[in-house]
């Protein structure tokens, strides 16, 4: 199983970026996907997650309104739009397998995110 994230860059507030999470090594049209983020020297955020099919989305209230999650089954492949981008956005973004904590199994290795001027 490979996760491996790639979008990440420095950007301006209120400017906009996509992340994506190609996968390979299983069936990623069978598997709920989550992105998950780290603020620098802060733990784990949970920022959104999607269903099978890409048909149920939720996100953190954090970012509700400003990101959108999506997939490609064709592409194997997740992204993160996110838009109207905050100083507090900046982390590092991972892409994780599963829809709980508890089902998490395998993780990206991380793409990072810096929101300044």
């Known amino acids: 199983v490979q996760l491996v994230e790639s979008g990440g860059g420095l950007v301006q507030p209120g400017g906009s970026l996509r992340l994506s999470c190609a996968a390979s090594g299983f069936t990623f049209s069978s598997y709920y996907m989550t992105w998950v983020r780290q603020a620098p020297g802060k733990g784990l955020e949970w920022v959104s997650d999607i269903s099978i099919s890409g048909g149920r989305t939720d996100y953190a209230d954090s970012v509700k309104g400003r990101f959108t999650i999506s997939r490609d089954n064709a592409k194997n492949t997740v992204y993160l739009e996110m838009n109207s981008l905050k100083p507090e956005d900046t982390a590092l973004y991972y892409c994780?397998?599963?829809?709980?904590?508890?089902?998490?199994?395998?993780w990206g290795q991380g793409t990072p995110v810096s929101v300044s001027s």
């Open positions: 994780v397998r599963g829809v709980v904590s508890s089902s998490y199994d395998y």
